[in-house]
Structures are given as C-alpha cells and as structure tokens.
C-alpha cells in the first residue's frame, strides 16, 4: 500500500510546518525568502518557525514582522516557536509568558534537542555516560515517553519537532521502542490534540512510529526542518517514511481479518 493509497498521507506534501528564518541564529533565509519559496513549489500551508530559550524576548517582533509580510492567497502562514524539552517532567524551554493561540504563536513546536533527564536535560555525551555507568537502555526509553506524554499534556497547541532523533546521539536506536511505547506516546498525542512532523532533515520518526500515530488517529504533519529557503518544501526522505508506514498499517489490517 502506497502513501497515495493511503488516502491522507500525500496531502501532507503540500504543507511543510517547520520553517527557520534569520530570527534563529543558525539560519540563513528571510521570512520574505520562506515564503516565496513556499509559493515557489506550491505549498499550501507554512509555519514560519525560529528558536526560542526562556531568555527570548522577541517574539513579539517576530509576529509582527510575520504580520506585516506578503502572503499569496494560496498560502497559509502559521507561526511557531521551537523550543527543547527540558527534562522528565514535561517543562519545555519557552519564555515567561508567551502567549500560544489567539494573539500570539500558533504553535510550541518541541524539540528533543537534549534527553528528558530526571534532574534537568541531559546531553548525549551525558546520556552516554549514565548509560555506560549502567542506566539500561530500557529505563532511559521510559524516560524519554514519559518525558514525551507529559510534554504534550502540559503545552497546549504543541508540535512535535524531529521526535526520537536524540536516540542515535545517545547510542540508542527507534527500534528499541516497541509497540507498547510507541503505542502510549501515540495515543498521548492524539489525546492531547498535539501535531508531530515527520521531518526531512532528521529522517524521523521512523514508519513504526508513524504507523503507531495512523493507528491513534493523531494528526500528522510534514516539514523539512530547513534553514534556508532552497530547502522549503522538498521532500525526499518524508515520502518514503509516509509509504513505508502505510504498509504496515496496511498489514495489521490484513492480520486482523
């Protein structure tokens, strides 16, 4: 079974909701530059999305600068604001105050930049070393869901950026997972109302993860997680996730008969 015949997955194409523009210090594109590239390829959705810390104090100038630019009217320009999940607990790394939804940001796109530790984010080199001094690999993926789920259920209007890439960094693999974790984080997301991006630049989450969403009904995005304009909308690595993932949902349907 193809992602065509899988009904929603290709519309996904026509939208990419991670976006960086020079307001985050690694990228290289204007807002102005995002959006004629989104125009460019026939995109229908964008969400114009730049880094935040608590630290951050502009976003306001970000929304309205976002406001003030040109938009063509087969687009839709949405905003976000990434920012890292912070620890077990769920705190994500937002500023004080930021207003999500009606007058600010349309979304808190979450990254897992660093790993949910119990006492605060842990980088991989850190995450290495606690796993070498005999953290199981198990006990470190119960974090990083629980981390997962509680994220969603305390940030309303989340996005899911790039989810399960820290794995890799750490020595752990996607496939470690199982079918009961990817199932509870899963269903968290579609509980929660919480979008997560299979994105382009990270190649994840992987077709059992995606299959995992399908099967909760959770909605699913695209993005390219780009950094410069040339990037906006190219897809090559999302379409054969999405194709690979309606398979196996295509073959749990054929089992359950």
């Excluded at 077990?88 to 990254?111: K, N, Q, T, Y």
């Excluded at 850190?126 to 869901?145: E, F, H, Q, Y």
Aim: proline fraction near 5%.
């Amino acid at each position: 079974m193809s992602a065509t015949e899988a009904g929603r997955l290709p519309a996904l194409l026509h939208g990419d909701f991670h976006v960086h523009s020079t307001f985050s210090d690694d990228a290289r594109s204007t807002l102005a530059e995002n959006i004629a590239a989104a125009s460019a390829v026939g995109l229908r959705t964008i969400r114009l999305t730049d880094h935040v810390r608590a630290s951050t104090t502009w976003v306001p100038e970000f929304l309205s600068a976002v406001a003030g630019e040109r938009v063509p009217d087969s687009l839709t320009v949405l905003t976000g604001v990434e920012a890292k999940l912070l620890d077990a607990s769920g705190a994500v790394d937002i500023p004080p105050g930021l207003v999500v939804g009606s007058g600010g940001v349309d979304a808190v796109v979450i990254g897992d930049h660093q790993f949910p530790g119990t006492d605060g984010p842990w980088s991989p080199t850190a995450t290495r070393a606690r796993l070498d001094a005999g953290l199981s690999d198990d006990d470190a993926l119960d974090l990083l869901i629980e981390g997962s789920i509680r994220a969603m259920e305390r940030t309303p209007h989340a996005q899911l950026a790039h989810w399960f890439s820290i794995l890799p960094k750490v020595g752990l693999d996607e496939t470690q997972l199982g079918t009961e974790r990817l199932a509870a984080w899963a269903q968290a997301a579609a509980a929660t109302g919480t979008i997560v991006e299979v994105n382009e630049k990270w190649n994840c989450p992987g077709p059992d993860a995606i299959a995992a969403l399908l099967d909760a009904g959770a909605r699913i995005v695209a993005s390219t997680d780009s950094h410069v304009a040339a990037d906006v909308g190219r897809y090559d690595r999302v379409p054969v996730l999405l194709d690979e993932a309606a398979a196996r949902v295509g073959a749990e349907k054929e089992d359950a008969r």
